[in-house]
């Protein structure tokens, strides 16, 4: 019975995770200056500088925006994360017992 639900459960998260890897999220500072994109996976998968919006000469301005550029996206994607993790627990729970443990039915 257990390795029933395991099993479930372990299909449902590789589900998830492809899900995830196909949501494309993307962060930018400075009026577009630097743009960063990633997966729901936090897979970062492009980041584009834009020289004409930034003096290049200042490196380490350019690496503090480019980290705080990283850092957001990477948080976009553990929101978008965690919302499939809900959605997911949610259809796991039968309809009418969500309210059991303190979840919502969806």
Known sequence: MFDKIFGKMQGQKEEMKAKLALEVLEAEV?????RVKANANR?????????SKLDMSQIEKLEDLLVI??????????????EE??????????????????????
């Open 30 to 34: 400075e009026d577009g200056a630097i």
């Open 43 to 51: 897979e970062v998968l492009d980041i584009t500088i834009d020289p």
């Open 69 to 82: 550029a990283v850092n957001q996206v990477l948080e976009l994607a553990a929101e978008c994360e965690a």
């Open 85 to 106: 993790a809900q959605k997911m627990i949610n259809d796991m729970i039968p309809p009418g017992l969500g309210g059991l443990f303190g979840m919502k039915d969806a």
